[in-house]
DNA sequence: CAAATATACTTAACACTGTTAAGTTTCCAA
DNA sequence: TTGGAAACTTAACAGTGTTAAGTATATTTG
């Protein structure tokens, strides 16, 4: 039924241009500027024609979402060329920090609101968050070669990486909602958050000289 | 002039009752409940005349963020009868996890909504984030005994406590924005919280058999 | 004491938001 | 050509923060 097939080509092509004009919105202006009537326009078709091929606003903003950790995932590109697990632990922490900062919109709808969360949850209540699922199955791969090296202290891998993640999350969340322009100078923030987490990773590091 | 003295009292007391209101919808459904127009509601006044007494609703916000402040001090009330400062450091931690926990909301007002850190910018922009200053002031104090007693490495203080800091807050932020829901077991989740911290701060502790 | 002013408060509106029920147009198949 | 399904729109609901303009109520001044 060539017809049929058509008619579901031009279903996705729409969804794309959906999908698009929340991008360029989102792009833009932040999440904030995200809104259903400002889409309509853009694709020029009424607000209402947008329910027709997304459930809800929550939907939308978990595609771009997705787009996030596709986008994430560009900054990881060499990490897997460094062998040394302990240098790739401290550049994927390098890297998710520089991502954060360097696209806040697309952190918060990723690590941040509640929204995206929401869609899934809507989608069917035991599925699972594949993305964060994946990103995080990396970091806990490098942390176990990291234990399994004798690089750093053994330990529960999922503990380790989840407060690993939290670190740098911490940083980035508390960064980018503002939460250090008072307290430290502008222009040193990446610097001590590099800092910071320099130190953090040479504490873990089981040296020649210990033990 | 007994007066103007008086009518001073009565313009602090509507104050008081917008903030009462304000505090009541937020306890009872979260700061997405807290409006204008339903604090206007419970206080029995027209929504404008709120505008007579705050700027706007982050000033609202701002206000309920401080109150957050005075409850996680509470929190932390017996932290300084422990001496030893890196079990208080590990206790510092553990309460500020409890907390953000068991109080999500104030927890989002206090160091994720962006709400009360523009208040505090329309404020003053050279102004100061006293309660967070001062909250990580202690944080300070107490690491900064750490080095100097050689219980951990020595190292920018600042930078460190800016890392433990964002760890923990990591940690909380994460899980009260679903992002741990779906990786991690909701029953074994705060156990897991507190492995990662223990086994981070275990990793600092410069031990007798280390060096 | 009456008029003018200052204070306190409200009404009505603006410009938005997500979402939905109901109605219309378009297109395809019988 | 007609019936029905699919695609799309209009209009509305219920809410949001915020403000300009108007109205009472006190207080101060002539």
Redesign the interface.
Known sequence: MGITERKEKQKLEIRKMILDASMKLFMEQGFENVSIRKIADLIEYSPTTVYLYFKDKNEILFNLHEMGFQKMAEYNADLWTIKNPLVRLAKMGEYYIRFGLENPAFYELM????AP?EA??ALDAN???KS??LA?GKLKETIKECMDKGL??K??V???A??I???????V??AI????????PKDQMVA??Q???T??L???EISD???
């Not at 690590?111 to 509640?114: H, Q």
């Not at 993640?165 to 940083?171: I, L, P, T």
């Not at 909602?177 to 430290?184: A, E, G, I, Q, T």
């Open positions: 690590f941040i609101l509640k969360m899934l949850e599925c699972e968050w964060g699922d995080l750093i202290e330990g529960d999922d503990a380790v989840m407060s993640w939290s670190m740098v999350h911490g940083m969340a508390l909602r503002d939460r250090f322009d008072k307290l430290v001590m958050m800092r910071g987490l130190w953090q040479n504490s873990l000289n210990k033990t």
